[in-house]
C-alpha cells in the first residue's frame, strides 16, 4: 500500500514538471551586476529614487530591468543584457489617459465585450529616457506618443484575462489570453 | 481587519485561565485540475499530535484524524471563484465524519503582493449534531525574489482566518494564524512549510492553543 502511494505521487509530480517545463525567472541584483551603460542611464536621470535592479531571464534571453516609484507612479526600464535601451513602462490610473485616447479605449472594450473591466495601465516608450522625463514633466508639450499596455478582465461568453498593446490612439495592435497563476495555496 | 488586532489581546486574557496547549504534524497535500471555467481539486490533511500538556506531558506521535477532501470549483471571474466541497474524516476514536462545503474565493495581485480572501460556510454532520462554520481567512502571498512569484523561487504565505461555529446552541470562535516558507519547482508544483497556531474555545470551557507543523504539497495538473 505505502509502495503505491508513493509510485503514484512519483507519476503525479512527475506530471506535474513534465507538463510545465517553461522558466520565465525574474531575480533581483545588485547594481554592480548591471551592464554599466544601463546603471549610468538610470541612475544620472533618477538620482533621488530607489532603484531596484533584476535580471529577467525568459526564452527571449537575459534582460535587465530598473523598477522604482517616481511620482506616486511605477517606473519600469529594460535593458539589453550589452545595456541597450529597450524600453520605458509606467504604470498609470485609467483616468490619466488622455481623454481622446481614453474614449478610444472606451469604445474598443464596448464593442468587443458586454463587459470589461480595466486592471492595469502602462505607458510605453521606444525612446530615450531623457525624452520621456520631458513628456512626464509636461505631456502636452513633448511631441512623444506612447503605446499602452492595458490588463482587463473582458466578458464575452467567459470572463478571460486580457494583456491588451494599443497605439498612441488607443486602437488595438494585438492582445494574448493572460494565464492567471495558481492560487491552490490562497484558495484552498 | 481590526479583528487581526484584536485577536492577540484575546489570546493573551484567556491564556491567564485554565488552558489547553499542543503540538501536532500536519502533512498536507492538494491536487487540482482546471478547464475552461472549471475545476476539481483533491486535498488530503492528516492531524498528528506530538504532545498534549492537558493530557500528559510525554511526547508522542498519534494520528488523531486524516481528512479528504473534494472540491467543485468554477471561476466567475480570472479572480473570482465559487466552490463546493465535502471532506470525509477518518477519526482516531472512531467518530468519522463527514462535512460539506461552501466557498467564495477572490484573489488581488498587487506589485509585489498577492492577497487572497476566501469566505467558507461548512456543516459537519456527526452522530447527534450538527455543527455549523462560518469561516473568513486573509492570505498574503509574497514573493522573496522579484516582483511576482516565478518557478524556482521562494515566497512567503502569511494567512489569518477566523472562525465562528454553532453547536447545540452554543456559539464558539477560533483563529487560526499560519506563517510558512514555500518553494515553487515549476508553476504546477509547489513546496510549503510553515507554523500553524490556532486558538479556539474563546466562549466556552477549556481555552486551547494549538501549535501544527504543517507541510505540504501543492500540484496542479
Redesign the interface.
Known sequence: MKHTFTIMLIC??H???T???K??????VESSEVPENAFDIVSKNFPEQKIKW?KELSDKGISFEA?FQNDDH?FSIEFSRDGDLQDTEITVRFDEVHKKVKSNLISYFDENYTKHKI?KVQLRFNQPITKVINYWENPLKSTLLPQFEIEY?G?NE????WEGEFDSKGNLISKRK?I????????? | MRLIFILPLLITISASGQTIFSGALFPEMAMSYSKNEWMVAMKFQSENRLFDRHLSERWKLNTEQTDFQSFLGYKLSPRVSISLGHQFRFASDKNNSHRSIEQISFVQDGIRIRVGHRIRFDQTYLTNTTLFRYRYRLSLEIPLNGYSLDPTEFYVLFQDEQILSFEANKWDLENRIHGAIGYVFVNSFKLQTGIDYRTDRYFTEGFRHRLWWKSGLFIKL
Open positions: 503525479v509530480v506530471l506535474a514538471f507538463q510545465d517545463g522558466i520565465e525567472k525574474e531575480q533581483q533584476f523598477k511605477f486592471l478582465i466578458k467567459s470572463k478571460n484575462l493572460v492567471t497563476k495558481s492560487s491552490d495555496t490562497l484558495s484552498y
